[in-house]
C-alpha cells in the first residue's frame, strides 16, 4: 500500500507544505529559551491554532510541533525521557486538526536533529542516534502522523541513523538537509552528495530536499543541483522567508507574501513538488504561494541569473557541484606513510 | 601511499618541521603535532615561539580554508582536535615562561539552546589562534554569563544561538549589562546560523561573526583596537 504523501502527490501533482513552527510559536508568545515542544502539552489549543493557520491558508502537508523532541534536545528542559509522549502528543493535536480539515491534509511528523556530532568527529554513536530517531519516530506514529519529515539536517551520518530510527518504528519520511555554508551543509555535504546519499539508503525517504538554509535564492540552487542529478524522487523546497531581522524584541523575516509567492513558483519550475516556507513563514506568507501554485504556468526551470534577479543575490559564488565541484587542493608536502 | 618516501620528523630541519606541522595540522594527525612539538622543544625552542609559529600559523592555513569554503566542519574539528594535543603540553611551559597573553573570551550558548556545534568550533579556532577561553557550555541564562565575566575578566564575551527562538536572548544579557554599567568593559561577540550583522548591531553587540575563522580575526581586530586605546590612554 502506497503512503497518503505518494497517494496526494499523485493526486495533485504539486503540494504546498507549511511555514515555520519556531517563529510562529514565537508571535503566540513563546519564551525565548523554552521548549516549544511542552506546549503540546500545556497550550494545545495554541499548537492547534499553529496547525489551523497553515491548514486555512491552503497547505496539503503540515509538520508538528516535535522538531525538537528527542532524548537529546528535551535532557536541557529535564525532559529528556518525555520524547515519545512529547511526539506523540504533537501528532495528536496534528490528526485532530488534518481530520476537521475537509479535505486529505497530511500530518508529517517533524524530527530535528540531536544537536550533538557523530562519531568520529563527535561523541555521538551511530547506535544511539538511531534509538533517539526510533524513540521520536515511534511516538509520531503513534499519535498518528500519517509520514515522518526529518529537517534541517547537516550530517550525512544523522541522515543515515535518522533513516535507520525510521526504518524501525516502519514510518514512512520524508527528509531535508539544510544548506546554509557556501551551498553546502556545515559538515560539507553539496546537493548532489546528497542525492546519492539518498539513493544509497536501505529505507530511503519518499522525497528529500532542502529546508532552512541562508536565503530564498540559495534554496532554489540547491534544488536546481538535485533536480541535475537526474533523481526520480520528489523533491523538497522549505525556504525561509527572507532574512531574520529584529525589531522591538522579536525576530521579524523580511521576504514578503508576495515573494513567497515568487519563490513558490519558481520552486516548481526548478523541480520541487512538494514546497512550503521555513522560518519566518506565516499563513500570510503560504496564502501567496497557494495562490502562485494555483494560477502561475509551469515555466521552464529558470537560470540562475533568473533567480538572483527575482529572490535576490546568492550568499556564495559557487555551491559545490558542476564546473566548481573541484575544491581547490592546497599544495601538499609528501604523506606519511601510516 | 606506497610511492612516497615515509617522513621521519627528527630528520627535518627546523623549517622543513614547520611546514610538515602545517600540513598535519591541516590534516588533523594528533599524535605527529604532539611529537612535533616535543621535537621543537628539544631544539630548545621557545614554547611561544612553537604556539605562534607552528600551531597558530598552520591553525591559520586551516581557518582561511574554512573560511573560503575549501575545509568543512568535520576536517576543522580534526584539525582543531590536533592542535588541543599541542596546546596540552605547551600550556604549563607557557604560564611558566611567562608569555604574553594574546587575549581571553568567555563563550557560551544562551539559554534555551543547546547547539555547541558552533560554539565549540569557535572555542577552538581561538584556542588555536592562542586566546585563553572559558567555556560556559550550553543554554547559559544571564546569570552565567555576568558571574564567569565578573570572575574571569575576559577581554571578550562571546554568545552563540542556533535558533531563532534563542536568539533574542543575546539582547538579554547585553541589556542587562548595559543597565550594570559594564557593558563597555568587554568586547561583545555574537554569532549563530540565524543571525546576521544587522541583527547583531540592533542588540547592542560589538560585531556578528559569520563563522570561526571570522569570529577569530575579530577577535584579533578588537583586541588589537583596545590595547591602542589603551596605551593611547
Avoid at chain 1, 507574501?257 to 519550475?269: N, T
Amino acid at each position: 500500500m502506497s503512503d497518503a504523501l505518494t497517494t496526494l502527490l499523485a493526486e495533485k501533482g504539486t503540494l504546498l507544505a507549511d511555514g515555520a513552527t519556531g517563529t510562529n510559536l514565537f508571535a503566540m508568545g513563546l519564551m525565548s529559551g523554552d521548549a516549544p515542544e511542552l506546549w503540546n502539552e500545556e497550550e494545545p489549543q495554541k499548537i492547534n491554532a499553529l496547525y489551523k493557520g497553515a491548514v486555512d491558508a491552503g497547505s496539503d502537508i503540515f509538520l508538528t510541533n516535535s522538531f525538537g523532541a528527542n532524548a537529546s534536545r528535551l535532557k536541557l528542559h529535564d525532559a529528556g525521557h518525555r520524547a515519545f509522549e512529547l511526539s506523540r502528543m504533537a501528532a495528536e493535536i496534528g490528526r485532530d486538526v488534518a481530520d476537521a480539515a475537509g479535505r486529505k491534509v497530511i500530518v508529517a511528523g517533524s524530527v530535528g536533529p540531536t544537536g550533538d556530532i557523530m562519531e568520529p568527529v563527535g561523541n555521538l554513536t551511530h547506535a544511539d542516534a538511531v534509538d533517539m530517531f526510533h524513540e521520536t519516530a515511534a511516538g509520531l506514529k503513534a499519535g498518528g502522523a500519517d509520514i515522518g519529515w526529518l529537517e534541517t539536517i547537516s550530517a550525512p551520518e544523522e541522515y543515515t541513523a535518522a533513516a535507520e530510527g525510521f526504518a524501525r518504528a516502519e514510518l514512512p519520511w520524508v527528509g531535508t538537509m539544510s544548506f546554509d555554508t557556501a551551498g553546502r551543509t556545515m559538515m560539507g555535504v553539496t546537493s548532489t552528495d546528497m542525492a546519492t546519499l539518498v539513493a544509497g539508503l536501505d529505507f530511503p525517504p519518499i522525497a528529500f530536499g532542502a529546508n532552512c538554509g541562508t536565503g530564498a535564492s540559495d534554496l532554489l540552487r540547491t534544488v536546481l543541483g538535485f533536480a541535475a542529478t537526474g533523481t526520480t524522487l520528489p523533491l523538497v523546497a522549505k525556504g525561509n522567508a527572507g532574512i531574520p531581522k529584529y525589531h522591538d524584541g522579536h525576530i521579524h523575516y523580511d521576504g514578503t507574501p508576495e515573494l513567497m509567492g515568487d519563490y513558490a513558483a519558481m520552486a516548481r519550475d526548478c523541480g520541487a513538488t512538494i514546497i512550503g516556507g521555513c522560518c519566518g513563514t506565516t499563513p500570510a506568507h503560504l496564502e501567496k504561494m497557494r495562490e502562485a501554485l494555483d494560477t502561475r504556468p509551469v515555466q521552464p526551470a529558470p537560470s540562475l541569473e533568473a533567480i538572483v534577479a527575482a529572490l535576490g543575490a546568492f550568499s556564495s559564488t559557487g555551491d559545490g557541484t558542476g564546473d566548481d565541484g573541484n575544491r581547490p587542493a592546497r599544495k601538499r608536502r609528501g604523506r606519511r606513510a601510516a | 601511499m606506497s610511492d612516497e618516501d615515509e617522513i621521519i620528523l627528527s630528520e627535518l630541519d627546523d623549517e622543513e618541521l614547520v611546514q610538515q606541522m602545517f600540513d598535519d595540522l591541516y590534516d588533523g594527525l594528533k599524535e605527529e603535532i604532539e611529537e612535533g612539538v616535543n621535537i621543537l622543544l628539544e631544539r630548545k625552542w621557545m614554547p611561544y615561539d612553537i604556539l605562534t609559529k607552528a600551531l597558530v600559523g598552520g591553525m591559520t592555513i586551516v581557518g582561511h580554508d574554512f573560511r573560503d569554503g575549501i575545509l568543512f566542519v568535520p576536517e576543522v574539528l580534526l584539525a582543531a582536535n590536533a592542535m588541543k594535543g599541542g596546546m596540552a603540553i605547551l600550556k604549563p611551559l607557557l604560564a611558566e615562561t611567562g608569555a604574553p597573553r594574546v587575549g581571553k573570551m568567555v563563550i557560551g550558548t544562551v539559554k534555551g539552546d543547546i547547539h555547541d556545534i558552533g560554539k565549540n568550533l569557535v572555542s577552538m579556532m581561538m584556542e588555536g589562534a592562542g586566546f585563553e577561553v572559558v567555556d560556559l557550555g550550553i543554554n547559559n541564562p544571564v546569570e552565567n554569563y555576568l558571574e564567569a565575566i565578573e570572575q574571569e575578566g575576559p577581554d571578550i564575551l562571546g554568545m552563540s544561538a542556533l535558533l531563532t527562538t534563542t536568539m533574542p536572548y543575546m539582547k538579554v544579557v547585553i541589556d542587562t549589562m548595559v543597565e550594570q554599567g559594564i557593558r563597555d568593559d568587554y568586547i561583545v561577540l555574537v554569532g549563530g546560523a540565524p543571525l546576521n550583522e544587522e541583527f547583531g548591531k540592533a542588540i547592542g553587540a560589538d560585531a556578528y561573526c559569520r563563522d570561526a575563522a571570522v569570529a577569530v580575526e575579530t577577535a584579533k581586530e578588537f583586541v588589537a583596537r583596545k590595547h591602542n586605546q589603551l596605551a593611547a590612554g
